[in-house]
């Protein structure tokens, strides 16, 4: 959060900070590198949890929120940048020119943020998650991505990016997301009775 409070240009939309066009007239899309998901055995040590969580607490709540909105929306940005780029790069350039935003046009009530498509023209519904913190940060989903998820298993992906601010890496995660991480209510709807 104090790198981000002295580079605030970072969670600038991804197509204010491109230097300018290519050669060609045409913007060049980044690739994005993305790797397997985390294991076990890269846990990370317990008091580095602890500093973490103490720092965490001493942040204004709503400013923390808009920070985050800000960076989900740059992770989108990327990701979206990325789909466009890997199609392009695999000759799908109609399918690269057919991707949508969804979370941007419609809301965030999809269960997913791009709709995008693999090189043989399949749905590809991909959810980002993105934190400046290690591949292991917690991050959050809703009850709606995961319905979704299980509705749509063969087509919903979950593209998680960390270490944004920084050096942004990736890696996806597919249903049934139970077999990856472990999830926790952090929250409950109170209804009168």
Same mark, same amino acid.
């Given at each position: 959060m104090r790198w981000l409070d002295r580079h605030p240009d970072w969670l600038a939309p991804f197509a204010r +900070? @491109? &230097?300018g066009p290519a050669p060609s007239g045409l913007r060049e899309e980044p690739m994005l590198w993305i790797g397997p998901p985390p294991t076990h055995s890269? @846990? #990370?040590? #317990?008091d580095e949890l602890e500093q973490m969580t103490a720092l965490a607490r001493k942040y204004d709540v709503a400013e923390r929120d808009a920070r985050n909105r800000a960076l989900g929306r740059a992770g989108e940005e990327l990701v979206l940048a990325h789909e466009r780029a890997s199609l392009r790069a695999a000759g799908r350039t109609d399918l690269a020119e057919r991707i949508r935003w969804v979370s941007q046009r419609?809301?965030?009530g999809a269960g997913y943020d791009i709709l995008s498509?693999?090189? @043989?023209? +399949?749905? +590809?519904?991909?959810?980002?998650? &993105?934190t400046n913190g290690w591949e292991r940060t917690p991050f959050h989903i809703t009850r709606n991505e995961l319905a979704v998820a299980e509705e749509r298993r063969s087509d919903w992906h979950l593209v998680r990016l960390w270490n944004f601010a920084r050096a942004p890496k990736a890696f996806e995660l597919r249903p049934p997301l139970e077999a990856h991480v472990s999830l926790m209510a952090t929250s409950f709807q109170a209804s009168l009775l």
């Amino acid at each position: 959060m104090r790198w981000l409070d002295r580079h605030p240009d970072w969670l600038a939309p991804f197509a204010r +900070r @491109a &230097t300018g066009p290519a050669p060609s007239g045409l913007r060049e899309e980044p690739m994005l590198w993305i790797g397997p998901p985390p294991t076990h055995s890269n @846990a #990370p040590p #317990p008091d580095e949890l602890e500093q973490m969580t103490a720092l965490a607490r001493k942040y204004d709540v709503a400013e923390r929120d808009a920070r985050n909105r800000a960076l989900g929306r740059a992770g989108e940005e990327l990701v979206l940048a990325h789909e466009r780029a890997s199609l392009r790069a695999a000759g799908r350039t109609d399918l690269a020119e057919r991707i949508r935003w969804v979370s941007q046009r419609e809301g965030d009530g999809a269960g997913y943020d791009i709709l995008s498509f693999d090189t @043989a023209g +399949r749905d +590809r519904l991909i959810e980002v998650k &993105t934190t400046n913190g290690w591949e292991r940060t917690p991050f959050h989903i809703t009850r709606n991505e995961l319905a979704v998820a299980e509705e749509r298993r063969s087509d919903w992906h979950l593209v998680r990016l960390w270490n944004f601010a920084r050096a942004p890496k990736a890696f996806e995660l597919r249903p049934p997301l139970e077999a990856h991480v472990s999830l926790m209510a952090t929250s409950f709807q109170a209804s009168l009775l």
